[in-house]
């Protein structure tokens, strides 16, 4: 079966520009996580939804970061306005159980 | 709040020799779960093992292994018989067992260098 995948797998945007990025997660996974991975750094919790209620948005950095996962499947994290200091790799995670299975990462790189 | 720490930038290895890698967490909760991630150049995180804070043996994965001290809250992992796949970040990350408590928290890695 087909993993956790994400689009695009690189993003360059000027500051100021709105980025949508998309995660697709194993299919029947209930849950699904948003991580920011600044370089060298581990990943921080941005969000987490269980189907399509968003549970916990503790971890979303200002009001310019929105997450939506409407019908409970594909998710969409969008972040408004990018700023420098938004550069990362942002890595979506699905899981069904205990265990959460990593998407590829989507690099963005704000200019 | 939870933190995990790993004190140790990058570690090298010989091939074929041992490696052991530091973690240290805080938490106030007595349930849950550690888990070591490995994250290659492509960047796609990999589950290497995991342990159930409930469990006092420490769990194993063919060449992982873990040393797991509750009450010191430390969690190394050791890589035995060492290959060049297994170059590559590490990752130390707590999850509470608790039903609200599902992301997980990364300590800042470490780098897995393999000589030949």
């Known amino acids: 079966g087909a993993g956790v995948s994400q689009s695009p797998r690189y993003k360059v945007a000027k500051r100021g520009q709105d980025v949508a990025l998309r995660c697709d997660p194993i299919s029947g996974h209930v849950s699904l996580f948003w991580y920011q991975q600044a370089l060298g750094q581990g990943p921080e919790f941005l969000t987490y939804f269980q189907n399509e209620a968003q549970l916990d948005k503790s971890g979303l950095p200002s009001d310019r970061f929105f997450a939506e996962r409407p019908e409970g499947s594909v998710s969409t994290l969008k972040i408004q306005r990018t700023q420098q200091e938004d550069s990362a790799v942002y890595l979506c995670?699905?899981?069904?159980?205990?265990?959460?299975?990593f998407g590829p990462g989507t690099r963005l790189t704000v200019l | 709040a939870q933190t995990v720490t790993q004190s140790q930038p990058e570690m090298s290895v010989q091939e074929a020799e041992t490696v052991t890698l530091s973690c240290t967490y805080d938490?106030?909760?007595?349930?849950?779960?550690l888990f070591w991630y490995k994250q290659p150049p492509s960047r796609q995180m990999i589950l290497v093992i995991r342990?159930?804070?409930?469990?006092?043996q420490n769990a194993t994965e063919n060449r992982f292994s873990v040393n797991f001290q509750k009450a010191a809250k430390s969690f190394s992992l050791k890589i035995s018989d060492s290959q060049l796949g297994d170059a590559a970040m590490y990752f130390c990350a707590y999850k509470p067992q608790r039903a609200a408590g599902n992301k997980l928290t990364f300590g800042g890695g470490t780098r897995v260098l393999v000589k030949p």
């Open positions: 995670a699905s899981s069904i159980a205990i265990e959460q299975f």
């Open positions: 938490t106030s909760e007595s349930d849950y779960y």
């Open positions: 342990q159930e804070a409930y469990k006092q």
